[in-house]
Nanobody
């Protein structure tokens, strides 16, 4: 029953920043582990960042020190703050939610393009 909607993607220059949002509705958001994947054309899907229901986080080596995942349970939203963006960060970013006892829920994705 959870629905996820991403926003915040766009075009940014190398070294710039973007903040992606993933807004959830329809179920109990606070109890779900959530995260972000990305996929660029011709490349495999990559798990970028995860956050548990208790706000423990993990990051792909490629984004450590540059990206930060967080959640605001009162707003039913998870965020991905992306700093010092590089051209190789260009991809479609999708958020997901893992309900404890049902299938993973996916957002539709938002395009991030890093180019000068």
């Amino acid at each position: 029953q959870v629905q996820l909607v991403e926003s915040g993607g766009g075009l940014v220059q190398p070294g710039g920043s973007l903040r992606l949002s993933c807004a959830a509705s329809g179920s109990i958001f606070s109890g779900y582990a959530m995260g972000w994947y990305r996929q660029a054309p011709g490349k495999q899907r990559e798990l970028v960042a995860t956050i548990t229901s208790r706000s423990s986080t993990n990051y792909a080596d490629s984004v450590k020190g540059r990206f930060t995942i967080s959640r605001d349970n009162a707003k039913n939203t998870v965020y991905l703050q992306m700093n010092n963006l590089k051209p190789e960060d260009t991809a479609v970013y999708r958020c997901y939610a893992d309900p404890p006892d049902s299938d993973r829920i996916w957002g539709q994705g938002t395009q991030v393009t890093v180019s000068s």
